[in-house]
Every structure is written in C-alpha cells, then in structure tokens.
C-alpha cells in the first residue's frame, strides 16, 4: 500500500472511526496497489523524478530507474530501493536516439522484465528566452525530449503492453502548456505538442486496456527548493485559487494513482496538479 495514500483510502483490515461508532474496514477497501507490477521512469535521478520512484516503490512497483548523466545518483537510488526490499536496475539512454532506447528495452526485459508502468518524466533543459533570441537547438531539444521521447517508448514498450492487454503510459506535461507566458515558447511548443501525440496515442492503442494519460505540475516545491528555504513565493501563491504552492509528492501521488488499477477507465487525460492555477475547460 502506498504510504502517501494511507489515510485517504485506508488499509483493509484497520479500524477507522466513523462517528460514535468504529467500523472495520473490509478487503474491498480502496487502495494503492502496484504489487507484481514495473514501472519505468525516464529521468529517474532528476527531483521529480526522486519524488515519483519512491512513492511507486512505496506502492510496491519494482522500478527501472533510467538516467542520462547522473549514474552517481542512481547508484544511489538504487542503493535506496535495495534497503526497502524493491527490486530495481539502473539503465543509461540517451532518451531521443531510437536505437538507444531499443537497447533500454533489450536491457530491462533481459535484467528485470518488461515494463507495465511508463513515466515519461525526463526532458532536456535549457536557458529561457524570447522567440527572437531563443535558439533553433532550443526548440529541437526540447521537441525530442517531449515529442520524440514518447513516440520511442511507445514504438520499444508499448508491443509488449499490447500483448499483455495491459499498461500505463503516464507523461509529465505542465502548467506552462495552457499558459503561453513569454519566455516560454520552446518548452511551451514540446509540451503542447507531446500533448497532440499522446491525446491521439491514447486512441489508437486504448482497445488493448492500455492507458495513456498525462500528468501538469504547477510551480511545485522540490528538494531543491526545500535545500534553498524558498518554498514561499507569494506573487505566485496569490494567483493561485489554493493560496499555496503544492510539492513534488502531489504529483508523484498523481502518477501512482493513473498507475494503479482505480484509474483503468481514465485514459487520454490532461490532469492539472496546480492548486487550480490552471484549469482544462470542458
């Protein structure tokens, strides 16, 4: 069961109040259970990315945990999921080279298995700037890392989903996407246009019970907000109708809940995790 979840769904077989009289909570009990089940995480070793491994770890996924550059820090992480008893293997990629990401795939099903769980959590960054002033490489950078990357996945990954008649595609879009701020047109276009190929992804391969949904952070707080007390930023806060900043873990409890099976009939979805500092129109 996932910790974060605890005491909003319950645990089957605890005693919880309800009014003058106390009630057992019977099996049936909602429940985060990703048990039996492995999850990969692009971008592993990044903040959010930290955030989103621990909490499927915590729901009792085994994890892939995917970096780039930093393989001191999934040594680390990984270290981490040995200690709570997850089984879990560390894989470098190169996320935009096709023949890289085949080579992910060959390596996890031949050291751990195939996945059931992706997250697409990794993107390339870059320095903000206008549209005039703002790089050609910039918006190609940022078209791999959130178009490319996801249409490589789906092509390696997504066959063996097919085959189970199983799966959980779960892409980490944001904010900025509905937004449209100045200074954000390559990240902007990326993500919008990872948005247009998972919407129709979800389509195409949803008669084989696999979802395809994506997850949109506001301005969280991270470790590294956390490690610089910057936690606060009022301007933002006041615009947002919460009248607070929500943190890495609202998100990665997101991610836990499309990955679990109380989410097998939302797919195609575009969730917002901003206190409602932006909200998707019907």
Known sequence: MCAAFSNLFGCGGVEQPTGPVRRRVGQNALRIDLRDRLALVTGST?????????????????????YFRQDDMAALLQKEMDQRGIRSVCIQC??????????????????IGEPDIIVSN?????????????????????????????VLL??????AMIAKKRGRIIAINTECAMQCQPMQSAYVSGKRGMDGLLRVLA?????????????????????????????????????????????DQDVANTVAFLASDLASFITGAFISVSG???MPTI
């Not at 023949?99 to 050291?111: F, H, L, Y």
């Not at 789906?154 to 066959?159: L, S």
Request: some cysteine.
């Open 46 to 66: 990044g903040q959010l990315g930290r955030a989103i491994v621990r909490t499927l770890a915590d729901c009792g996924a085994d994890v892939v945990l995917h």
């Open 94 to 111: 190169d996320i935009t080279d096709p023949s890289a990401v085949e080579r992910m795939r060959d390596e996890t099903t031949k050291r």
């Open 122 to 150: 990794a993107v390339a960054q870059y320095s903000w700037t206008n549209v005039l002033d703002q790089s050609l490489a910039d918006y190609e950078s940022q078209f791999r890392s959130c178009v490319v990357q996801n």
């Open 154 to 159: 789906a092509k390696v990954f997504a066959p």
């Open 203 to 247: 389509r195409e391969i949803g008669e084989h019970q696999i979802t395809v949904n994506q997850v949109a952070p506001g301005w969280m707080i991270s470790e590294g907000v956390r490690a610089a007390g910057t936690e606060r930023q009022e301007s933002y806060e006041a615009q947002v109708p919460l009248r607070r900043r929500g943190s």
């Open 276 to 278: 409602g500092n932006v």
